[in-house]
Every structure is written in C-alpha cells, then in structure tokens.
C-alpha cells in the first residue's frame, strides 16, 4: 500500500534558526513524485516543494529544501532561517505513477515559530 | 496560471438543508477534480475523484447520496452536502488536474462548512 508517514505531530523553532520536518513513504512504484504543502490558519494549500523520484539532485525553492534519500525512502524538509510566517501545518504528499490519481497525504507536522 | 477557486468560502447552514460547494478551474481545463475533507487539524481526506462527463468514484465509507458530486463541465465541480447535520461541519477542499498537466494537482482556497 502507498503510504506517507510524518512522525512529528509538533515542532518547535527559533526565528532564523532551521528545521528539519521529517517525512517517509512507502511505495513500489518506480516513478513518483513528492510535494511538500503549508497550510496556514486560513487553510490554503501552499505549495512549497516538489521532488521527482528520478531527480538526482535535492530540490531547492528559496529557504526550502528537500533532503531526499531514496534507498531510505525519506523525504524530508528543510526550511532554512525560520520566520514567524512559517508556523504552519506541514503536509508531505506522494504522487503516485498512475495520472489522475490523487495526492496521498501524510497526517502532517504543526510548525510553530518564536521570536 | 492554474488558479482553482471555491465558492462559498465559508456557509453555515440548519441542519437538515442542503448545501452546495462550487469548484472552479479559472484558467484552465480540469479533466480531473477531487474532494477533501479535513477536521481540525487533522490531514486532508479523500472523498471523491470525478471525471469530467462521468460519475465520481467515492472513497470507501464516503455516504455517495449524502455527498453528491458533479462534474458536468471542464471548469466547474460541485459537492452538495444533503440533508446536512453537524458532523458534517468541516472543511472542504477541492483540487483540479488539467489534461496537459495530469500530474500536478492544483487546489482551491476551501471551503467551511458550519451546521448549527
């Protein structure tokens, strides 16, 4: 079964310092994609990041990043000097190989921020 | 581009009345919308995929004739909520595929839905 796995119900961070929110996922596809959104209080869907599973290199989007290791199946995010903007929920999500399927959506990560 | 947009943003409604959500692709062709439901702070539920011109496929344990939805035209989705009561409160998004993008998915804003 595909599935996406965040372990961190809550995280904690300074402003300018960076954080690490995890994310795993499981699938047997051999072609996938990985998406990062921020949900603010409004509840839009930010989109933030997105990593092919051919992509040999991390992707990058200003202060986001996506650490991704492929034999380990993560793919996690990084968000370099946090701001007050960033508290958020986080979502990590799977696109699986067939088109016209849905997302698959982690449980996701509530990121708060102080100063 | 791939702008979605949702109408209402937010409605309360009695319960026991029905209440339709509108789910619009403004730029561009949605061969393929889909239906979320979220609770606070919780993630994001699938609860239907719908084709344009064809019925939509519910996710097992969603009620299809207390959430019907339609997908008669390549901008437009709607989900009616019938016969509404308060667990029915939540927030509802929807997002859309166009034919030229069948990967990305686009979502709209939300919408909330409160059943006194």
């Known amino acids: 079964a595909q599935k996406i796995t965040q372990t961190q119900p809550g995280m904690f961070v300074q402003e300018k310092e960076a954080v690490t929110l995890d994310c795993t996922y499981d699938t047997s596809d051999q072609s996938y994609g990985l998406f990062w959104y921020k949900q603010p209080s409004s509840g839009e869907m930010i989109f933030l990041i997105y990593?092919?599973?051919?992509?040999?290199q991390n992707a990058t989007e200003g202060r986001y990043s996506l650490n991704f290791q492929k034999a380990r199946k993560s793919a996690n995010l990084v968000i370099s000097a946090s701001q007050l903007g960033d508290s958020a929920m986080y979502f990590c999500?799977?696109?699986?190989?067939?088109?016209?399927?849905?997302?698959?959506f982690g449980k996701g990560t509530t990121l708060s921020v102080s100063s | 581009g791939a702008v979605v947009s949702q109408h209402p943003s937010w409605v309360i409604c009695k319960s026991g009345t029905s209440v339709k959500i509108e789910c619009r692709s403004l730029d561009f062709q949605a061969t393929t919308m889909f239906w979320y439901r979220q609770f606070p702070k919780q993630s994001l539920m699938l609860m239907a995929t719908?084709?344009?011109?064809?019925?939509?496929?519910?996710e097992q344990g969603v009620e299809k004739d207390k959430f019907l939805i339609n997908h008669a035209s390549l901008t437009l989705s709607t989900l009616t909520v019938t016969s509404a009561h308060p667990e029915d409160s939540s927030f509802y998004i929807c997002?859309?595929?166009?034919?030229?993008?069948?990967?990305?998915?686009?979502f709209g804003p939300g919408t909330r839905l409160t059943v006194t």
């Open positions: 990593q092919g599973s051919y992509d040999e």
């Open positions: 999500a799977m696109r699986p190989n067939q088109a016209g399927t849905a997302l698959i």
């Open positions: 997002s859309a595929r166009s034919r030229g993008a069948p990967y990305e998915q686009y």
């Open positions: 719908s084709n344009e011109g064809s019925k939509a496929t519910y």
